[in-house]
Structures are given as C-alpha cells and as structure tokens.
C-alpha cells in the first residue's frame, strides 16, 4: 500500500510497491511478466536511481537472461503508468513512492552525496505558469520536470 502523501511532505511506503504495480500492470491490461516482475522489485529494494544496465545486470544475476533493450522498454511501459521516474540527473530510474495521484512527471530531490532520490510536490500552478512564459516565446510546452541537487538530511548528519 502506498502511503497518501500531506501536502508538502512526503511518506514512504517501502513495502508494497511491487504488489501494487502488479495490480496497476494487470488492471491496465499488461501481462504480468518475470522480466517485469524483476525489474519492479529491483526497483522497489532500491532508493537510489538505476541505470537501465544496473538493472539489467542484477537480472542477470538472477540468472536470467533478458537483454537491456528488454529493461528500456519495461522501464519505458512503467514511467507511462507513472510507477517509475525517471531521473536526468544521474540517468537512473526509480520506484514512485507516491499514491495515484502522482501524474506529473516530476519534481524530485536527488542527494547530491548519496544520489537517493526523494519526491516533492510542487504546486501544479507553479509549473503551469512557466507554461505560459513558454507560450509568450512561441513555444508548445510538453513535458514540465524539475530535479533539485540537495544533500540529504543523513547525509548532512554524517560526520566530515
Ligand atoms: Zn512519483
Ligand atoms: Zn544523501
């Protein structure tokens, strides 16, 4: 069960996003497959950003052979169900780690110590409005994605 988040905070539900990937997988109409399964539970144990070849490699050492275009696609089918995101920063995908509602894609705080990655909400009205920056300059927004390099407050924590 993914926890509902408070405006401004963020909870993290670290059991449970496998399952309720599964469910969103079968509900939306994709086969439940080992590859897909793999990938998602990879994902789900990891709070730092994969890369797709990381991910492929821990398949592999499972013992099965799926190759990396197979990883990109799997990936590419969970970021448009929106259960993973995908981080420019450091080129690596995550588990969402938000309830439903977590459609934008999306504003993330990645440590710039540790690389673990944590969701924020920004209010939507503040992204829109640079829509409408972009208009003014003749373009046609697509896609609106913030990432944020902070160090984390357990990396701040930690000794020098
Ligand atoms: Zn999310
Ligand atoms: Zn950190």
Redesign the pocket.
Known sequence: MRVRRKRGTIQVAQTGFESEALAILKQKGFRVTLPRVQVLRILALSHKPMTAYAIHQEIAAMGSSVDVVTVYRILDTLKSL?LV?HVGLTDGYVA???DDT?ESD?ELIVCSDCGKVT?LEIPQEILLRSNDQLAALGFEPKLTKLEILAKCPSCLDEPA
């Open positions: 929106h995101h969402c780690r938000l977590h999306s969701e």
